[in-house]
C-alpha cells in the first residue's frame, strides 16, 4: 500500500513538489550561510518525494540551543509560510475520503517545515 501510495501521490503533483523544495535547497546552499537552511530544505524535498512509510522523529538534544535559534529563524524566515501551505493542503485533501491519507502525508512536512533542526526522517 506504501508503493501504491507513493506513485499516486508523485502522479498528482509530489514530483512538482519535490524539485520546487530541490531547486529551493541549492539555491540556499549557494551562500556559507544558506547551508544550514539547505540542508533542512534539501530534507523537507526528500519526504515530498516518498512520504508514505516515513516519519519524523525528534533528535532530542542534539542540538540544543542552536537548534532552537535556528528554528526560530528559519520560521521568521519563511518556514511559518511553508508550514500554512501544507496545513491548507493538507485540509483541502481531507474533504474528500479518498484524499485523507494525502492530507495527513501535508500534515507531516507541516510539522516537518515549521521547525525542521533538530529533527530527521526515518523509514517505518
Not at 542540538?63 to 535556528?70: D, I, N, R, T
Not at 501551505?85 to 510539522?111: D, E
Not at 525542521?116 to 526515518?122: H, L, M, T, V, W
Request: proline share 3%.
Amino acid at each position: 500500500m506504501k508503493l501504491l501510495g507513493n506513485l499516486i501521490w508523485l502522479l498528482f503533483g509530489g514530483i512538482f513538489v519535490f524539485v520546487e523544495y530541490l531547486v529551493s535547497s541549492l539555491l540556499l546552499m549557494v551562500t556559507i550561510i544558506g547551508i544550514p537552511f539547505g540542508i533542512q530544505t534539501l530534507k523537507l524535498s526528500l519526504l515530498a518525494l516518498w512520504p508514505f512509510g516515513q516519519e519524523v522523529v525528534d533528535e532530542g538534544n542534539s542540538g540544543g540551543c542552536l537548534s532552537v535559534l535556528m528554528n526560530v529563524i528559519w520560521i521568521c524566515v519563511g518556514g511559518l509560510w511553508i508550514c500554512l501551505t501544507h496545513l491548507f493542503f493538507g485540509l483541502l485533501l481531507c474533504v474528500t475520503v479518498i484524499g485523507i491519507p494525502f492530507g495527513c502525508q501535508h500534515f507531516k512536512m507541516a510539522a516537518l517545515a515549521l521547525a525542521p533542526f533538530g529533527k530527521s526522517i526515518r523509514s517505518k
